[in-house]
């Protein structure tokens, strides 16, 4: 039946009575068992459709009542036109949601990992399915998979590398990783770790802190010798200047000879080139053994080396202090004595398998730094090395046994005096100081 505005009126009772059949078709079991299961969790799914669908339907016949039965007729037919069109649009807003709906409930989760997506099991080819078949590595602060070589240390960006192999979709969740079984029978089980010892032969033996020492032949650096061109001759010209006077005593340790005339000169002066020491009641010198508890004997002692007369002493006794540092190697233990503008000729390092003795002189202040030091551990005489550079003093000493010193020297006490070395790494380290007998 048409209405006077053409409009036919059973049309929106057909379209309400096959949506309500289409859904009940849809819920029952049979070809889209999934779209079925969806509905099913919801028993009163069709009898909401099917009231939805009566009530658009009654609607429709209140509008053709009103376009026959009210007057004026074109406001009836305005009011009947535009009713019908919102009926239909609901319904097809609807048909759609129950479409979507179906078409979503149809669809699967890929737990593949590095894929994520969901996909119609009744759709799935193979290459669908971009994934990483191996499992998460985290190592180091990177973050990667076992299957490929790719790695960051960025999580965001890590989990946003593309899968490297391609299959099929699976809504199957892999197995996890099996972690290493414990045996929770060991657990208050102690470990004993026994140390291999560093060396398989005997320890060597020290040998006493007087044996005779030996003066190192020093590598000296160009740019030091060209430091102290100047300085040089500015001390010799002071130097010879100074008149030697008749009568002058000879200023080197143990020598009694005083100063007659130029004929003295090419005479031999025995002395002691070393300092002398004060230990435990014994005085004796640092170059020789010759031991005494007697002051006046040790006086005596004549001289252990033989040279010539020093008439004008260049050394005012006046000490300086330089900065001490040391490193060791598996081979090697390396002391470095930081000092600028020394003299290399009138500088000496002097060396027995335990002790360390260091003498250097400083033209521009005429002064000296000394340092004597009893070696923590045994060193090889001669492949120990020396080396004076401009701006410090670097020693060498070869291990000669294995292993790691704690320190690099032991702390030593003289009797009649005491000196700081800031420069040594225990503080309470006292040093052997020259005395100058040439008043005595």
Known sequence: MRGRNGVQHDEVRDICINGVKGVERATKPGKNQQLSQRFSSHSDAPERARSFFETIARASHSCKRISYDHRPRVLAQRVHTSRL???????????ITVFKMSRETMLLHCYNRGCGKKFDPNDNKEGDCVHHPGHPVFHDAYKGWSCCNKKCTDFTEFLNIKGCTKSFHSNVKPPEPEKPAVDKS??????????????????????????????????????????????????????????????????????????????????VCNHHPGT??????????????????????????????????????????KK????????????????????????????????????????????EENSRYNLDLELRGV????????????????????????????????PRENEGYEEENSQNDEENNTQVDAVDLSDL
């Open 320 to 363: 300086v202090k330089c900065r001490m540092d040391w490193h060791q190697t598996g081979a090697f233990v390396v002391v470095s004595v930081y000092a600028k503008k020394y003299q290399p000729d009138k500088s000496t390092v002097k060396l027995n398998p335990i002790r360390l003795t260091i003498d250097l002189f400083f033209i």
């Open 85 to 95: 069109v919102e009926i239909k649009f609901e319904i097809t807003v609807f048909l």
């Open 186 to 267: 060991k657990a208050n089980e102690v470990i004993k770790v026994i140390a291999k010892p560093l060396m398989d032969g005997p320890i060597l033996q020290r040998p006493p802190f007087e044996t005779s020492q030996v003066t190192l032949t020093p590598n000296v650096s160009p740019t030091l010798l060209e430091q102290i061109k100047g300085l040089t001759s500015l001390v010799t010209n002071s130097v010879s200047d100074s008149k030697v006077q008749i009568g002058q005593s000879c200023k080197n340790n143990s020598c009694k000879a005083t100063y007659r005339g130029p004929a003295s000169d090419d005479e």
């Open 379 to 410: 060193v090889d005489v001669a492949q120990s090395s020396v080396s004076m550079l401009p701006t410090k003093v670097e020693i060498k000493l070869k291990k000669a046994e294995v292993g790691s010193w704690a320190k690099l020297d032991f």
């Open 276 to 317: 002398p020491i004060f230990h435990e009641g014994l005085k004796f010198w640092s170059c020789c053994q010759k031991r005494t508890t007697d002051f006046s004997t040790f006086l005596e002692q004549p001289g252990c080396t033989q040279g010539k007369h020093t008439w004008i002493s260049t050394n005012t006794g």
